[in-house]
């Protein structure tokens, strides 16, 4: 489940760092853990400079962690792990746990193409996450997430409007915006993807938020990967993945009375997946997408047409919102703003410089010292994508 499959180790997936599976065992655990977007203590070294959460990515693998047991530590430092792997895995949110749990958990979680599964399995597990202003301000990954209830019952809440979710129905919930879920967390699993994938506007997203969705066709796919999550490691993962996201959208427009024919268009959504798990790749260019989808160089220019953008501002934008991510997390203020911008295919720093002034309204230097103010006005997040 989303807020509580973050335990450590962690280990680098196509997302970044992952926690994937983690048992816990505490005992009275009694906290209010307030979210950071900290890197963890218990990384890799060699993965300390890594961005600590971040969207999912189209790519070709899944990758899972080792199972690790944490029943050996004091309470406080139980409590700092679950606290720091709750940042790298989803985004920074609050959690509390009543002291009457015995908080015992086998957490798992797997990346599959454009999307992330997190899951938990144990005895019940009764506690409140919650996704506040605040915590927005410090880490927006720009992600979106279904909360589905296998078992138990919880209630996500957002945007003014609450969701009793009983088994079998799920909720749909924009991080970007404050949220809450209460009740029996080890019941829930959380699938994640980039908002960009997502063909809705934003006023779709808000009109979704709080609501319970009741789809056996969702329920059913989600509920077999879940109970067969090895089973998906591999070339394979990206084609379960992708399939997991066509029915999570097609239900989402279902609620909203669109047609199929509303839904992305086939090559274009899977030319944005592409782009999307490339962006680090300096070499990338239109020839090389039409390429590897079989079409021509025209023919790729004309479907982004309905986009009213081109292939190559798309690809600009992508990498930009990455930057501006890198930028604002401080796990990575010891990475220097030239070499985000190089891990993101900006070679030429000048080059960066200007086009980040020109999405963002100031240098990545000054986004950068404004992040780590508490002023909203300070922080924007540039043109809709």
Same mark, same amino acid.
């Given at each position: 489940m !989303? =807020?509580? &499959? !973050?335990?450590?180790? +962690?280990? /680098?997936? +196509?997302y970044g760092p992952i926690a994937c599976a983690a048992r =816990?065992?505490? $005992?009275d655990l009694d906290a209010v853990v307030h979210g950071s977007a900290h890197g963890s203590a218990g990384m890799p070294p060699a993965d300390r400079n890594q961005p600590t959460h971040g969207p999912p990515r189209a790519c070709d693998n899944s990758g899972v962690a080792a199972l690790t047991r944490v029943h $050996?530590?004091? %309470?406080?430092a139980r409590v700092e792990r679950v606290r720091q792997g709750i940042c790298e895995t989803i985004a920074p949110f609050d959690l509390r746990i009543g002291k009457d749990q015995d908080c015992r958990a086998e957490i798992h979680s797997v990346d599959l193409g454009m999307i992330r599964i997190v899951c938990a399995k144990g005895e019940r597990i009764d506690g409140e996450v919650v996704r506040t202003s605040r915590l927005i301000r410090r880490s927006d990954p720009d992600l979106c997430k279904i909360d589905l209830q296998l078992h138990g019952r919880t209630v996500v809440g957002q945007d003014d409007r609450q969701a009793a979710l009983p088994a079998g129905a799920f909720s749909f919930v924009d991080l970007s915006r404050p949220c809450e879920? =209460? &009740?029996d967390l080890n019941g829930v699993v959380a699938v994640m993807f980039p908002r960009a994938l997502l063909p809705l506007r934003y006023q779709d997203t808000r009109q979704l938020a709080g609501e319970a969705f009741d789809s056996a066709l969702v329920t059913t796919l989600i509920g077999q990967v879940v109970g067969r999550l090895q089973d998906y490691i591999g070339p394979s993962g990206g084609r379960v993945g992708s399939a997991v996201f066509d029915l999570i959208t097609a239900a989402l427009s279902t609620r909203l009375d669109r047609p199929a024919t509303m839904l992305p268009d086939t090559q274009l959504w899977? =030319? /944005?997946t592409y782009i999307e798990d490339r962006l680090a790749d300096r070499d990338l260019s239109a020839g090389q997408i039409a390429a590897a989808h079989h079409m021509s160089l025209r023919y790729l220019y004309r479907i982004f047409e309905t986009e009213q953008t081109s292939v190559g501002s798309w690809i600009r934008a992508r990498r930009l919102d990455r930057c501006r991510r890198d930028l604002a997390d401080p796990a990575l203020l010891g990475r220097s703003v030239s070499a985000i911008g190089a891990r993101w295919g900006f070679v030429d720093a000048t080059h960066f410089g200007r086009a980040f002034k020109t999405q963002y309204g100031m240098t990545p230097s000054e986004f %950068?010292? !404004?992040s780590c103010t508490d002023s909203r006005d300070r922080m924007p997040t540039g043109p809709p994508i």
């Amino acid at each position: 489940m !989303a =807020v509580m &499959g !973050a335990f450590m180790p +962690t280990i /680098k997936s +196509t997302y970044g760092p992952i926690a994937c599976a983690a048992r =816990v065992e505490n $005992d009275d655990l009694d906290a209010v853990v307030h979210g950071s977007a900290h890197g963890s203590a218990g990384m890799p070294p060699a993965d300390r400079n890594q961005p600590t959460h971040g969207p999912p990515r189209a790519c070709d693998n899944s990758g899972v962690a080792a199972l690790t047991r944490v029943h $050996d530590e004091r %309470r406080e430092a139980r409590v700092e792990r679950v606290r720091q792997g709750i940042c790298e895995t989803i985004a920074p949110f609050d959690l509390r746990i009543g002291k009457d749990q015995d908080c015992r958990a086998e957490i798992h979680s797997v990346d599959l193409g454009m999307i992330r599964i997190v899951c938990a399995k144990g005895e019940r597990i009764d506690g409140e996450v919650v996704r506040t202003s605040r915590l927005i301000r410090r880490s927006d990954p720009d992600l979106c997430k279904i909360d589905l209830q296998l078992h138990g019952r919880t209630v996500v809440g957002q945007d003014d409007r609450q969701a009793a979710l009983p088994a079998g129905a799920f909720s749909f919930v924009d991080l970007s915006r404050p949220c809450e879920l =209460v &009740g029996d967390l080890n019941g829930v699993v959380a699938v994640m993807f980039p908002r960009a994938l997502l063909p809705l506007r934003y006023q779709d997203t808000r009109q979704l938020a709080g609501e319970a969705f009741d789809s056996a066709l969702v329920t059913t796919l989600i509920g077999q990967v879940v109970g067969r999550l090895q089973d998906y490691i591999g070339p394979s993962g990206g084609r379960v993945g992708s399939a997991v996201f066509d029915l999570i959208t097609a239900a989402l427009s279902t609620r909203l009375d669109r047609p199929a024919t509303m839904l992305p268009d086939t090559q274009l959504w899977r =030319v /944005k997946t592409y782009i999307e798990d490339r962006l680090a790749d300096r070499d990338l260019s239109a020839g090389q997408i039409a390429a590897a989808h079989h079409m021509s160089l025209r023919y790729l220019y004309r479907i982004f047409e309905t986009e009213q953008t081109s292939v190559g501002s798309w690809i600009r934008a992508r990498r930009l919102d990455r930057c501006r991510r890198d930028l604002a997390d401080p796990a990575l203020l010891g990475r220097s703003v030239s070499a985000i911008g190089a891990r993101w295919g900006f070679v030429d720093a000048t080059h960066f410089g200007r086009a980040f002034k020109t999405q963002y309204g100031m240098t990545p230097s000054e986004f %950068r010292r !404004a992040s780590c103010t508490d002023s909203r006005d300070r922080m924007p997040t540039g043109p809709p994508i």
